[in-house]
């Protein structure tokens, strides 16, 4: 049985960035709900992955030298680790991790063909397909099998988590490997970071929920990573229950019992959850509005997803915010969604007359700091809304 916890009212797609602005703009219901059996955190409305990811998708995962070296460090453990002879990444995105691998050993999904489509030039096979099992049947036909699948960010975007599995399971070889990598719910709740729900991310993982899905498919975690990246991520290893190469780790143990303790299992823990995301609404409102009528000049600095979760739950627009900068080409001179907020392409004289910098990429915090060291120089000053609303 599932139960709603949190309404974060009407939000558009959170990567549909328009370059005309309209009042207009397509916006579906966010609701979120917990499942009391498998423990799975999920969003109500299921936006069919056609509409969200086509070919001009614009988010780029080497866009940070966080993930970049996160990717690399990634890399090199895969090869110490498990050495695979052949390599598939489910959404490969614009090749941030495959591009650290031999060209003969990896293969890329991708269904965003804008993004397929750079990988492709360098050299790096990648299919512009949804990840599915018709797919996992026309690779085993031609690569036999693969014996390491990875995957991060992208299993919590497809709806279908069975279909997911079973195609994984469908093209995994005997004693293969399994990683992926998501945002952790545990962080998510601790850091009271509400900005991880959006149309695109359909599913919080934990591993209490991640175990109970695949357990149907005969796969088990064996190890596990927190990692930093996107606000506080899980890798998790995962292999078949017959593969006994592997002992499961005392992490995972340790992970299961922080969960736990924390209350992942319970719906009142959620429940208080959402009590803290209307006092962060609040407060953030507050914040910004305060420094408004002081006429200071509040700019957004990384146009996210999060970010527009942020703006649409709160209802922040262009009287507050000026404008947001961001690096990603495909952001550029756009509008953010739902909001009539322009994006400028980042340069370093940017934040020259800006007083305030509302932190979109908040996940990127120590990069952004040290990059705008001039600006913290001269007393500008970075706004977060993580964990709590607050000048930093
Ligand atoms: P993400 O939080 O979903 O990974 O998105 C990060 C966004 O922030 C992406 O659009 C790139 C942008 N960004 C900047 O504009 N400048 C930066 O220094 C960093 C680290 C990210």
Redesign the pocket.
């Known amino acids: 049985m599932k139960k709603q916890f949190l309404d974060l009212g009407y939000q558009p797609l959170a990567n549909e960035f328009l370059s005309k602005y309209t009042n207009k703009h397509k916006k579906y219901r966010l609701k979120i709900f917990f499942d009391y059996k498998s423990k799975l955190v999920s969003i109500s409305k299921k936006i069919p992955s056609k509409e969200m990811f086509t070919n001009k998708y614009?988010?780029?995962?080497s866009?940070?030298?966080?993930?970049q070296l996160s990717f690399l460090k990634l890399s090199k453990e895969i090869l110490k680790r498990f050495n695979p002879i052949l390599m598939l990444e489910i959404g490969s995105n614009d090749g941030a991790l495959i591009s650290n691998f031999n060209k003969k050993k990896v293969i890329g999904i991708e269904p965003c063909s804008n993004l397929a489509k750079i990988t492709n030039k360098k050299g790096f096979k990648t299919y512009d397909n949804y990840w599915e099992i018709n797919l996992a049947k026309k690779l085993k036909r031609k690569y036999k099998e693969i014996d390491l699948i990875y995957s991060a960010n992208t299993l919590t975007h497809i709806s279908d988590l069975k279909n997911v599995f079973k195609s994984i399971n469908h093209l995994l070889s005997t004693n293969g490997i399994l990683i992926i990598e998501d945002p952790s719910l545990l962080e998510c709740l601790k850091k009271n970071s509400y900005d991880q729900f959006y149309n695109e991310h359909i599913y919080l993982f934990s591993v209490l929920s991640v175990k109970n899905i695949i357990k149907e498919f005969g796969f088990e975690i064996f190890d596990l990573k927190n990692l930093n990246?996107?606000?506080g991520s899980i890798r998790y290893y995962i292999k078949r229950k017959s593969n006994k190469k592997f002992k499961i780790s005392e992490r995972v143990k340790q992970q299961i019992k922080k969960e736990l303790k924390f209350g992942l299992d319970k719906f009142s823990t959620y429940h208080k959850f959402s009590i803290n995301v209307k006092k962060s609404k609040n407060k953030l409102i507050g914040l910004l509005s305060r420094l408004k009528s002081r006429n200071k000049k509040i700019i957004g600095?990384?146009?996210?997803?999060?970010a527009v979760t942020v703006l649409n739950y709160c209802n922040i627009d262009n009287s507050i915010i000026d404008f947001f900068?961001?690096?990603?080409p495909d952001?550029i001179n756009k509008y953010m969604p739902g909001k009539k907020i322009k994006i400028y392409k980042?340069n370093k004289n940017i934040l020259n007359k800006v007083d305030f910098a509302f932190l979109?990429?908040?996940?990127?915090k120590y990069?952004?700091k040290k990059?705008e060291k001039r600006f913290l120089d001269r007393g500008g000053k970075f706004i977060t809304h993580i964990p709590i609303p607050k000048i930093i």
């Open positions: 614009p988010y780029r995962s866009m940070s030298k966080t993930m990246t996107h606000g600095y990384g146009a996210t997803a999060k900068t961001d690096t990603t952001k980042y979109g990429a908040w996940n990127f990069e952004i990059k």
